[in-house]
Structure formats: C-alpha cells, structure tokens
C-alpha cells in the first residue's frame, strides 16, 4: 500500500534506522518526529544496532503501540551480501514481533532510499523473506511512500509463487 507508515494503525512499525539508532532522515527521521522524544531517550538506552539486526521501542506517539527498529545494508553493488542482511532485518524484525506478540506488522522498503538498494530486488527480498518467515504475525503491510515503490511491491507481489 502506499502511504505514511507513521500513521498506520498495526502493533508494530519497523523504522529502517541507522546502527547508531540515534535518529537521520527518511523514515527514520519521520518515526521520531512523530514518535516524539521520548524515543530517541529509550534508544539511547539500546547501545546501537548491527546491520541485519532489530531491536524494540515502544511506539511512544506512535499509534503502533511498538517500533522494531532495525539496519538495512548499504547497497554496494550486490557481492558483499546485501541480500542476506537485507532478508535478515525482515527476519529479525517479524522475531522481535514475535517477542511482544504483535499480530500486525507495518514495513517501509528498507535500504531503498539512502541506502541505494535497488527497489524490485529490496522488495523481491521482503515480499519472498516475509512469505517464508515462520511467526505468529498475522497480516504484513508493506506501506511505499511514493508510487514507484509501490508499482515494484506490486510487481513482485504478482509474481507466481515459485
Ligand atoms: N513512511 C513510509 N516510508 C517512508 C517514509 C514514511 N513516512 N519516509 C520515507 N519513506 C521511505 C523512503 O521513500 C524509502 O522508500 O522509506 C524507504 C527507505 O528509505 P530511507 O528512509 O532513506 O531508509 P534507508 O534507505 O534504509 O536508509 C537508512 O537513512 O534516514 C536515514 O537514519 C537513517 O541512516 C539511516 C538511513
């Protein structure tokens, strides 16, 4: 779907965030400004976050009640194992879900934007990553804020399964 994600009405938002977990642009800028300040004191509680993996905020001003922060790769060109740790944020967020029994999951395209990832293979990685994953989360929205990358989720979406 496209639209704002700080606005979506699911137990879980997860902010596609940088390691220092200290707040930036995109939709990391957009979660905090909607969060409010009370978020960036409970990450500066969390000591950071590796690439690939997630960790859990309360929602704050949110109306998720929880944000699951985590940290796409860099796109460097796609030999340095960007897809592997791109599958993994999807991963480790849908576990961190899991741990708050979230039973709605909203995610941005994670690395698309300042991270340079290439929208239909990011969203080839989500949508096959997600469809595998085992959890007890029950509906997933994938929310693009512009039309391209929500023609790209589309796109692969379609897709037959394989
Ligand atoms: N709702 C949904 N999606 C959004 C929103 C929003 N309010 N704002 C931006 N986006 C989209 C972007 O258009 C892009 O499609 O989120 C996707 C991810 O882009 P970025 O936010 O740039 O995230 P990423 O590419 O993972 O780069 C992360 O950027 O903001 C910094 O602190 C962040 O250093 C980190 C880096």
């Given at each position: 779907?496209?639209?704002?994600?700080?606005?979506?009405?699911?137990?879980?938002?997860?902010?596609?965030?940088?390691?220092?977990?200290l707040g930036g642009?995109?939709?990391d800028g957009?979660?905090h400004?909607?969060?409010?300040?009370?978020?960036l004191?409970?990450c500066?509680?969390?000591?950071?976050?590796?690439?690939?993996?997630?960790?859990?905020?309360?929602?704050?001003?949110?109306?998720?009640?929880?944000?699951?922060?985590?940290?796409?790769?860099?796109?460097?060109?796609?030999?340095?194992?960007?897809?592997?740790?791109?599958?993994?944020?999807?991963?480790?967020?849908?576990?961190?879900?899991?741990?708050?029994?979230?039973?709605?999951?909203?995610?941005?395209?994670?690395?698309?934007?300042?991270?340079?990832?290439?929208?239909?293979?990011?969203?080839?990685?989500?949508?096959?990553?997600?469809?595998?994953?085992?959890?007890?989360?029950?509906?997933?929205?994938?929310?693009?804020?512009?039309?391209?990358?929500?023609?790209?989720?589309?796109?692969?979406?379609?897709?037959?399964?394989?």
């Amino acid at each position: 779907m496209k639209g704002d994600i700080t606005t979506e009405q699911v137990d879980v938002v997860v902010n596609a965030a940088n390691t220092s977990l200290l707040g930036g642009g995109g939709v990391d800028g957009a979660i905090h400004r909607a969060a409010g300040p009370g978020l960036l004191e409970a990450c500066r509680l969390l000591g950071g976050c590796a690439t690939g993996q997630a960790k859990t905020t309360a929602g704050f001003d949110l109306p998720a009640r929880w944000i699951v922060h985590t940290v796409g790769p860099v796109w460097s060109g796609g030999d340095r194992g960007e897809a592997e740790l791109l599958a993994s944020c999807y991963r480790e967020s849908l576990a961190r879900a899991d741990e708050v029994g979230a039973a709605t999951v909203a995610f941005p395209a994670i690395s698309t934007g300042v991270y340079g990832y290439p929208v239909e293979a990011a969203a080839r990685v989500a949508v096959t990553t997600v469809r595998a994953a085992v959890t007890t989360v029950e509906v997933v929205r994938f929310v693009c804020f512009d039309g391209s990358t929500r023609i790209a989720y589309e796109r692969v979406l379609d897709e037959p399964l394989p």
